[in-house]
């Protein structure tokens, strides 16, 4: 059975950094690909960044800059490091394990981030 | 960017009824299009794949539809366990994926 389980959340002040994590069990973190996306509370689903099996990392325009998604192969373990921090990325944060379908198969049960002083 | 649009905004049904939910996308996006289903404080469960494929588990009554810029999710005869917010999602414009804004099904 796949596990994602997210880490990291809190309330931060504006400006502040923040790293979440997300351990995955029954799943190899670099088997495929492996995604964050964000909830903004009452609000929809939106996409913030991805890893590839080989390495390679993208993100959405809104956090371009500012995150940093990693993994630690040794650990089975995704992250997203997140800096300068603004009100707008107050949010759930799902962690996302892609396999068969290569879709969002396997979602965490999600972090909460609040940025407010 | 590719935007897609739900329609409607909310849907107010009743259990036994059929259900049908639209994702319209600004451009074409082939077939790589899923649907997830969102329950009250949990995370999105993915339901249908590449238009018309049934994800691991999900119950035949869930069928998608479509190709291009137009697809529908279908709900056969609706469970109460099937009120819920509905959101399409495209891996077309790789490395970007977006979301539509969601479908509220509701109890009537």
């Known amino acids: 059975e796949v596990q994602l389980v997210e880490s990291g959340g809190g309330l931060i002040q504006p400006g502040g950094s923040l790293r979440l994590s997300c351990a995955a069990s029954?799943?190899?973190?670099?088997?495929?690909?492996m995604s964050w996306v964000r909830q903004a509370p009452g609000k929809g689903l939106e996409w913030v960044s991805v890893i590839y099996s080989g390495g390679s990392t993208y993100y959405a325009d809104s956090v371009k800059g500012r995150f940093t998604i990693s993994r630690d192969n040794s650990k089975n373990t995704l992250y997203l490091q997140m800096n300068s921090l603004r009100a707008e990325d107050t949010a759930v944060y799902y962690c996302i394990a892609v396999a068969g379908s290569e879709y969002f198969d396997y979602w965490g049960q999600g972090t909460l981030v609040t940025v407010s002083s | 960017e590719i935007v897609l649009t739900q329609s409607p905004a909310t849907l107010s049904l009743s259990p036994g009824e059929r259900a049908t939910l639209s994702c319209r996308a600004s451009?074409?996006?082939?077939?790589?299009l899923a649907w997830y289903q969102q329950k009250p404080g949990q995370a999105p469960r993915l339901l249908i794949y590449d238009a018309s494929n049934r994800a691991t588990g999900i119950p035949a009554r869930f069928s998608g539809s479509g190709s291009g810029t137009d697809f529908t999710l279908t709900i056969s005869s609706l469970e109460p366990e099937d009120f819920a917010v509905y959101y399409c999602q495209q891996r077309s414009n790789w490395p970007s994926f977006t979301f539509g804004q969601g479908t509220r099904l509701e109890i009537k």
């Open positions: 029954g799943f190899t973190v670099s088997s495929n690909y």
């Open positions: 451009q074409s996006v082939s077939s790589y």
